[in-house]
Structures are given as C-alpha cells and as structure tokens.
C-alpha cells in the first residue's frame, strides 16, 4: 500500500492529539488516525463530534474515511461539545468516540480527543502512544467491508434534556451572563434555555465563529475574563460564567466581579454532590486549597487527593468508585456523564446552592476561602530534577508526596512544584493560612526555583 507523508509524533500530547492545521495536522493525518483508532479500539462503531474550526469539516471527512475504510461506522453527531461527545459514548451502542477540537488553543490550531466507550480516555499511558505509532507507521491492510456514516445528532437532545432534569431553582429568579467566546459553549445553551422563568441570560459573543474574532477561549488566563468581570456588574447578576473552546472547562465570577478560584469551586460542589450521593468519594486534584478536603469531609464525604490531568483522574475515579472530581483547571468531573467532564452541570449545581441556601455567590465563596493560595506560577527552569531535588533538601522537615512533582506540607503552608511534560517549566502552587505567609514563602521558594 502506498506509503503516506509523515506525521509529526509531537502532535500526540499526554491526554490528546493536538497541531497547527495544515502544518501539524491535516486531512491525511487525520486519515491514518482513524484507521489506527479502529484498529486500536477493535472498533465496530465510533461516534464523532467535532467544533466550529474552520478545518474541522474537511478532517472530519478524512477521519471518517479513515474509520469507514478500516471496516466501522462513523455515527456522526455533527457540531458538538466535548461533554457531549462523552455522553454520546455512553448512551450510543459504540466502542469509542473522537471530538475533533483543539479546546482552547487559537484558531489556526486543531485535534483530537479520544475515549473508548462510557468515556473511558485514551491517554499517552492507556493506548494513545499506541494510535500515534501505528498511524505513523501507515500500514492498513484493506477490509473485507467498509463502514458507513450514520447520523446520531439526536443525541444531543437527549444530552439537553438529561442535564436539565437536575436543575432545582424552584421559585428563585436569577440574572447570569455568560461568555461563549464564540466557541462551542453556544451548544450547552441550549440546557440554561429551558428556565426561562429562572434565568435571565446575557450572552457574550454568542455566535458561533472558528475564528475565534474576540478573544481566546480560556477561564484559566484571569484575563480573558476582564469582559465578563465588567458585565456582570453593569448587570447587576447573580453569577457570571465562561466557557472554553470545547466546553469541557468553565470559570466563574461572583455579582461583585471576582473570578471564583477553581478550585473553590469543587469544594462548593461537593457539597450539593453529597447531598445526592452521601458519604460518596470526592477527588481533588493536589494543586488545590487545602480547604476543598476539609469541606468535603464536613459535609460527610471521602475527600481523596490526586495528580493532575483528566485521564488520570478518570481512571482514578473509576478505580475509587468516585462521584465527583475537581480540578484546579475548571474540569469537573461527575458521575451523571460518565465520570466525565460536565460544565454546564457544574453551573447548574452552583445555581442549585444558590437557590438551596438564598445566598449570594459571593456569600458562599467566603465560608470556603479559608486560605491564602498564590495561584501557578510557572518558572524556566533547565535542570528541573536538580531544582526538586533542592527544593526537598531544604524543606526536608516537611511531609513530602511524589504523587505529582513534589507536594511538601506543613502545618501552617505547603508547595507543590510540577514540571512541564513538554517545556522546560516548572510550576508551582503554594498555599499558607495568612496571605503575608503565602507572600514569604512564594518568594523564599520562587528563589530557589528561579536562581
């Protein structure tokens, strides 16, 4: 069989496969990736979604090519989030599905990321090292039958009509603004419309442009919020939220304008989750403010700590029995879509707390802030392992973790310091009871980092 061009290996990341289109990334490549990911699967029927990039149309022809000619049905839901394209892996009779996004990256960027059924991920350490070299490889032998395309798009209207069940708002009247970012959020919409006696919704750059014209579609740069900040309170709303690019992320602004820090977000979850599954088991990621672990613990779960990265937290989560997962990042991770990501659920459940409590967001964000948390500061760093190593030498008195980087406690602070798996960084998150520690320590433990 004719040989095709080579594929750059460093398009296949930790948890996805992610290029510049039509350097990195094009319709070939994408051709040879679905034939690797039947192959890889033992796939009869994978559903693919994909967003509104403006390459996303033809790789979605080559990459379902690519399934249908290794001999498996492409059910196609068209235009879609991420959440639901795990939904769609759930609740469709498939072996895997693929969303064809690049999440937040710019325009000219595009990807994959890939699942098995029920939204188990298919990560660098769970089979995706695995596609990427059989793709480049290049070698398929032809198939006895070759699959077709099914439409599925109905799918997501069973996704829209699950979500909106868990909404409990009752007789309570909100305003809320939301910034699309002209992604795919647009989509999730779609549940928050079915309230419109709840719901009073002012929309940022609601319509949908692979362009991206506005700004990047990111909660987690603070600054991509600014628009959001200042119309929440023009409005005068309850809560302000934003999407990323797949809307697998979101991040949220209270009715004063403050960015609600992710992490505390979990922690408010946690306790609308619990109501629902008592005593179930919660995880954090180990970046987060020591206060998620003792929220989750007072309203009577198992709070468990765990790295970074949503395929490990998945896979944890399935391995713990897990009801939920927060990551600093603005994941959120549920029981309800398949231990995935979910959210615009996420919103619901703060828009439930709020009803629940009548309390304003800000309100509830209080009773969870109980620390001084630097944020990730990333740093250049050439010798990382030199610099971890140091970093364990002087605080040698403390409890030190390798879970993730190194994570070293003490009774009134700790650090945890992570390097980058694909640049020489290395980031690092501190957390002290007073914000005048936070600042002494960020410095004392930036200098060792930094010199």
């Not at 602070?413 to 002494?440: I, Y």
Request: glycine share 8%; proline share 3%.
């Amino acid at each position: 069989m004719k040989k095709m061009p080579e594929i750059n290996p460093k398009i296949f990341k930790a948890y996805d496969i992610r290029g510049i289109y039509p350097v990195d990334i094009d319709e070939d490549v994408a051709y040879k990736i679905g034939r690797a990911a039947v192959l890889f699967l033992g796939a009869k029927k994978i559903a693919v979604g994909r967003d509104i990039r403006q390459s996303s149309p033809s790789l979605f022809e080559s990459l379902a090519k690519g399934i249908t000619d290794q001999g498996a049905d492409v059910f196609d839901i068209g235009l879609a989030t991420t959440p639901m394209v795990y939904f769609a892996s759930g609740k469709l009779d498939v072996d895997g599905a693929i969303a064809l996004t690049a999440s937040h990256n710019p325009a000219e960027w595009n990807g994959m990321k890939i699942c098995r059924a029920e939204a188990v991920p298919v990560g660098e350490n769970s089979g995706l090292l695995k596609i990427r070299d059989m793709a480049i490889k290049g070698e398929f032998s032809e198939v006895g039958k070759k699959g077709e395309i099914i439409s599925e798009e109905d799918v997501k209207k069973e996704y829209v009509d699950y979500f909106s069940s868990f909404a409990k708002f009752e007789d309570k009247k909100f305003k809320v603004v939301i910034d699309f970012a002209n992604a795919m959020g647009i989509l999730e919409w779609e549940i928050l419309k079915n309230f419109s006696e709840n719901l009073e919704i002012t929309a940022l750059y609601e319509n949908m442009d692979g362009k991206f014209p506005n700004h990047e579609a990111n909660p987690l740069k603070t600054e991509t919020l600014a628009e959001l900040q200042k119309k929440v309170l023009e409005e005068k709303a309850d809560l302000g939220m934003a999407y990323d690019g797949d809307a697998d992320r979101i991040g949220f602004v209270d009715e004063k304008g403050e960015i609600i820090p992710m992490d505390l977000v979990t922690a408010m979850l946690a306790r609308i989750v619990l109501e629902k599954h008592p005593g179930g088991k919660i995880f954090y990621d180990l970046r987060s403010s020591k206060a998620v672990k003792e929220i989750i613990e007072e309203n009577g779960g198992k709070a468990l700590e765990c790295p970074v990265g949503h395929a490990k937290i998945k896979k944890l989560m399935r391995d713990q029995s897990a009801v939920f997962a927060g990551e600093l990042s603005g994941h959120y991770f549920f029981e309800e879509n398949y231990k995935a990501e979910t959210s615009t659920l996420a919103a619901i459940m703060l828009l439930n707390l709020m009803a629940e409590t009548g309390k304003k967001i800000s309100e509830i964000v209080i009773e969870v802030k109980r620390y001084s948390h630097s944020g990730e500061i990333n740093s250049e760093v050439e010798n990382k392992d030199a610099v971890i190593s140091a970093l364990k030498k002087k605080y040698s008195d403390g409890k030190i973790s390798e879970l993730d980087g190194v994570k070293i406690e003490f009774p009134d602070w700790w650090l945890n310091v992570r390097p980058s798996n694909t640049e020489p960084v290395l980031r690092l998150n501190l957390e002290a009871n007073t914000k005048e520690m936070m600042e002494e320590k960020r410095d004392e433990v930036l200098k060792i980092i930094r010199e």
